[in-house]
């Protein structure tokens, strides 16, 4: 593509006399190849430093391809382009290639994004456009890639108007039964489509069959299907999802108590404070305000008992678990003024 936007006749020209599309070449053609370092930016340059060198438009009249830059007839540039977005302005691209954008993380990346894009807006008459191109993103990270899967999804809601966007995306299931090996080799076949014809999905079984490979990131970057690490979540995802109750109602208006554990070892949890007017608030572990404290969870008593752990006893690690933990007993009546707090040390 990028080599086309060089050298081709990318942009519409009007018609011909049998009413088919004409192509022009862009006057002046300034691509900048985005990535998040050097070395990321350089695997898509040497793939067209090579094409300009060896490929069938080496002889190419007024081609200057170097290693790190080639410069085209009529002063345009093909360049490699990472942070320090500061020294980006000005810039007046044609043509933006933004490569493994779930990885554009950080606020000076985030800049550089922004800044491309600005500066392909200068340039009208050239028609200007940019094609990102990235691996699936882990939620909640903020990368570039998952906002622009948020605005897509906007558009398609029709929350946004913005004709001019378009974004491809194919992907596997999001949720199957990862143990099972038929279910497993079909995920990254429907998410490759044809292409699955030429890869090698044995090996991909294999690598999802690696202890050391963590199931969100075969998601990622076999399935297409953004995913978080389960080192990194509070509640995993199909486990959410299997708790909800589509026939449950809530009266509006009505209060709605919720209490967390956030911890994911054995340690001291956080207590639940629990009023009559259904309010919850949090106080430090083994915390005791009235002759009404219990010693239970306020997650159910664990099944599994506690163990040592650095010379204190503390709780079991299965908070996370139901079917490993009896339901909570939450309080049946208490006074206007009461205040039970339940203890999880």
């Known amino acids: 593509m990028l080599v086309c936007e060089a050298l081709g006749p990318t942009r519409f020209a009007g018609w011909d006399h049998d009413g088919r599309p004409l ?18 930016a350089g695997h898509v340059y040497q793939a067209v430093e090579f094409m300009l060198r060896e490929g069938a438009v080496s002889a190419t009249p007024g081609l200057d391809v170097g290693l790190t830059r080639t410069f ?13 977005a500061s020294s980006k302005e000005g810039g007046r691209g044609s043509f933006a290639a933004v490569d493994e954008s779930h990885l ?30 990235s691996t699936m993103y882990s939620p909640g990270e903020g990368s570039v890639a998952e906002q622009s899967h948020a605005y897509a999804q906007a558009i398609a809601a029709g929350k946004i108007n913005d004709r001019g966007f378009l974004f491809d995306h194919r992907s596997g299931p999001a949720e199957f039964d990862f143990a099972d090996d ?10 490759y489509g044809q292409a699955a014809e030429w890869m090698d999905v ?13 199931e969100s990131d075969f998601m990622r970057y076999f399935v297409n299907v953004p995913s978080k690490r389960e080192g990194v979540q509070f509640v995993k995802a199909s486990v959410w999802n299997a708790l909800a109750d589509p026939e449950l109602e809530i009266a ?7 209490g967390a554990d956030g911890f994911t070892t054995c340690s001291r949890s956080p207590t639940i404070r629990v009023t009559s007017s259904a309010r919850s ?9 009235d002759s009404s404290s219990r010693s239970s969870s306020p997650h159910g008593t664990c099944a599994t008992p506690c163990r040592p752990s650095t010379g204190s006893f503390t709780r079991a690690r299965c908070a996370t678990t139901a079917t490993r933990c009896s339901p909570p ?6 006074s206007s003024a009461a205040t039970e707090t339940r203890s999880a040390g």
Do not use: Y
Request: glycine share 6%; with cysteine; aromatic share 4%.
């Open 202 to 214: 044995d090996r991909m079984i294999a690598e999802a069959r690696d202890p050391m490979t963590d």
């Open 104 to 133: 554009f993380i950080l606020p000076e990346l985030h800049h550089l994004h922004e800044t491309i894009r600005r500066n392909l807006v200068k340039r009208k008459t050239a028609q200007p456009w940019s094609l990102e191109v």
């Open 329 to 334: 007993t939450w309080p049946t009546t208490a």
């Open 281 to 289: 608030s949090w106080s430090s572990a083994g915390s005791r305000t």
């Open 23 to 40: 192509g022009a070449p862009v006057r002046a053609p300034f691509i900048p190849v985005v990535a998040t370092e050097e070395g990321q």
């Open 72 to 84: 085209l007839l009529g002063g345009g540039k093909i360049q490699p382009v990472t942070a320090k």
């Open 252 to 258: 509006e208006g009505a209060q709605v108590c919720v």
């Open 182 to 191: 038929e279910q497993l080799r079909a995920a990254p076949v429907e998410a």
